[in-house]
């Protein structure tokens, strides 16, 4: 017999962020969630084809990150589990720019964003475990850096701040004093763009507020 009031999303009563980011971790917890959060990374493929767009990679390497991590959950897990997965990339002149190589890679890419405006991306995907329901979405932002010189940007570089950010640099730690402005989301720079995940997760039938 068919169940026609009860919510299709009822059985969700877990939250398994797909993330190895201490920043989206950090931005989760401050939701102040009603239901517990699981922290479960994965090893999924962030190679994509060389003609995708910036929204493209971000959506889909976010539902990459939380398909891949929702087939490794225990069956009584996937059961009541939404799985949230992300991703965060700078785009300048049309080239994505991810996390830095090596130092010099991070130096480089600071020389180019200094003094200049750039877009960050980034992509949410939600994953129902149980029924497979995939929603995919993305914010952009755009942020203006002050021009930098030379020796400013070596020292931030050598305080290892930028080493695991795209593009280099941490808006959330000491290059919030490189930054001129920006128009948009700040969190969707710092990683995980809260507004819209809200929203998303409205549409699983979890509040925020
Ligand atoms: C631009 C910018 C990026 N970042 C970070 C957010 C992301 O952690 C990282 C982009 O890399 P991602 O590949 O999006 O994420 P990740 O590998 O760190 O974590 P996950 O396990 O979720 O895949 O850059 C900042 O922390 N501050 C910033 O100002």
């Not at 020389?111 to 475990?129: I, K, N, P």
């Not at 998303?200 to 507020?209: A, K, P, T, W, Y």
């Amino acid at each position: 017999m068919e169940r026609s009031s009860t919510k299709p999303t009822e059985h969700l009563r877990q939250l398994v962020l797909a993330s190895s980011s201490p920043r989206r971790r950090e931005l989760v917890a401050s939701l102040g969630l009603s239901l517990p959060v699981l922290i479960l990374s994965s090893d999924a493929d962030e190679s994509t084809p060389s003609d995708w767009t910036p929204p493209r990679i971000v959506e889909q390497l976010g539902l990459r990150k939380a398909r891949a991590t929702a087939a490794m959950l225990a069956p009584e897990d996937a059961a009541s589990s939404l799985v949230v997965g992300a991703d965060t990339v700078v785009v300048l002149d049309g080239e994505v720019l991810g996390k830095p190589r090596d130092r010099a890679d991070a130096i480089g890419m600071l020389s180019r964003l200094q003094g200049r405006a750039h877009a960050v991306y980034t992509g949410v995907a939600c994953v129902d475990a149980r029924t497979g329901r995939e929603r995919i979405a993305h914010r952009r932002t755009e942020v203006v850096m002050k021009p930098l010189d030379a020796g400013l940007i070596e020292r931030y570089v050598d305080s290892g701040e930028p080493m695991d950010k795209a593009g280099s640099y941490g808006i959330q730690g000491r290059a919030a004093v490189l930054v001129e402005r920006i128009d948009g989301d700040y969190f969707n720079v710092v990683g995980l763009p809260l507004s819209l995940l809200a929203d998303m997760l409205s549409e699983f039938g979890i509040r925020v507020i």
